[in-house]
């Protein structure tokens, strides 16, 4: 953000923002690290929007300070900012051809036309629009529209390129296209990018790290593994996929990890539990859960009942219920799912030791 041409660090110290008795950001403190693909992940209205136009200059912080580069820009204004910004909307002007919106921002800049020119035919190539240059964006299918967007934010070699859900209009297979080509374009510009959506699993595909935010507040960073499989909290857990969650007491530490009661049943739970409450939530992600017969020796298990099923052709989704009440879901073979769908049949639920975390038994 403080030179173009080359990736920006980006600093964010106590940000705040409100808008009268709202407070749309609280005490946001984040480090953006030089060239990193970082995705502010967060259901509508939890500020992610906010921060990215904070970090564009078009909002105003309500406190806090905002740095790049080590230098502090929290009073400078967006055009004086080395930022790229991709709109939800694309913001193509609509008269221009694809040639002169990519070139738009280097003439603001007053870059000679030889070096225009030349950036213009770059951008066409990197984005794979050639043929395409003397086209206006009404001519252009929904995908194309949001390579012209990603072209010009990316022409004057931006500090850092600030995307705001580009991929909301498309439909879902251009969707996936168009993740993949991010993908690409951020290997090979190293450029910094901080992108919003609230869409998990795209967060999870796309990013070096993840930022979660509710109500204004940052909850977590990490890479997609580490929240997706050490949530801080049961906000993250549940936002970032489906999540079985089995009450455990008389938790006890032990070399490695810990040991506690589930239904009446020991539950080992190996690795990151370093301190625990007498009791808390076992959770455990239905893709590392299993149907067995009975529980193999040391292997964690509890007996459930299924109550529902959806076919979904090779997979089956079911719905189970353990003796004690709880609800557990999981997809399993079609095959596999026939014997745990026999009228009353008591299945075993079992999963490894080292899949699962704790998570507090309230709040």
């Known amino acids: 953000m403080q030179q173009a041409g080359r990736a920006a660090e980006v600093k964010a110290v106590g940000i705040g923002k409100s808008f009268g008795s709202f407070q749309a950001l609280k005490n946001l403190s984040l480090d953006i690290g030089r060239g990193e693909f970082l995705t502010l992940l967060g259901p509508s209205g939890s500020g992610k929007t906010t921060?990215?136009?904070i970090l564009a200059g078009f909002e105003a912080p309500s406190e806090g300070r905002l740095f790049s580069d080590g230098v502090d820009i929290t009073d400078r204004p967006a055009e004086q900012r080395a930022a790229g910004m991709v709109f939800q909307g694309y913001a193509l002007f609509p008269h221009m051809s694809v040639a002169a919106n990519i070139a738009f921002p280097l003439k603001v800049r007053r870059k000679s036309e030889q070096e225009i020119k030349r950036r213009v035919a770059e951008m066409v190539e990197r984005v794979g629009l050639k043929g395409h240059e003397h086209k206006v964006p009404s001519k252009l299918s929904g995908?194309?529209?949001q390579r012209v967007a990603l072209a010009r934010a990316l022409a004057f070699e931006p500090g850092v390129l600030l995307l705001d859900e580009p991929f909301s209009a498309l439909d879902k297979s251009l969707r996936g296209q168009m993740q993949a080509e991010m993908k690409r374009l951020h290997e090979e510009t190293?450029?910094?990018f901080v992108f919003v959506t609230h869409d998990q699993s795209e967060a999870l595909a796309l990013s070096s790290r993840v930022a979660i935010f509710n109500h204004g507040e940052l909850l977590q960073v990490g890479t997609p593994q580490d929240v997706y499989e050490r949530p801080g909290n049961r906000f993250v857990a549940e936002f970032l996929g489906?999540?079985?969650?089995?009450p455990l007491r008389d938790i006890r530490a032990e070399q490695g990890g810990v040991r506690g009661l589930c239904e009446g049943r020991e539950i080992a739970l190996r690795g990151g539990q370093d301190s625990v409450a007498n009791e808390a939530l076992l959770a455990i992600r239905?893709?590392?859960?299993?149907?067995?017969?009975?529980?193999?020796?040391q292997e964690n298990g509890i007996a459930a009942t299924a109550t529902a099923s959806t076919y979904l052709g090779s997979a089956t989704r079911l719905e189970l219920t353990t003796r004690g009440g709880a609800k557990i879901t999981l997809s399993v073979p079609t095959e596999m799912a026939r014997h745990a769908l026999g009228d009353g049949n008591a299945v075993w639920?079992?999963?490894p030791a080292d899949r699962g975390f704790l998570l507090p038994a309230s709040g």
Do not use: D, K, V, Y
Not at 242 to 246: A, P, Q, V
Not at 286 to 297: F, L, Q, V
């Open 190 to 192: 190293g450029t910094t």
């Open 242 to 246: 489906e999540i079985n969650m089995l």
């Open 286 to 297: 239905p893709e590392h859960m299993s149907i067995a017969r009975a529980p193999e020796p």
């Open 143 to 145: 995908g194309q529209q």
């Open 51 to 53: 921060f990215l136009m």
């Open 349 to 351: 639920l079992t999963w």
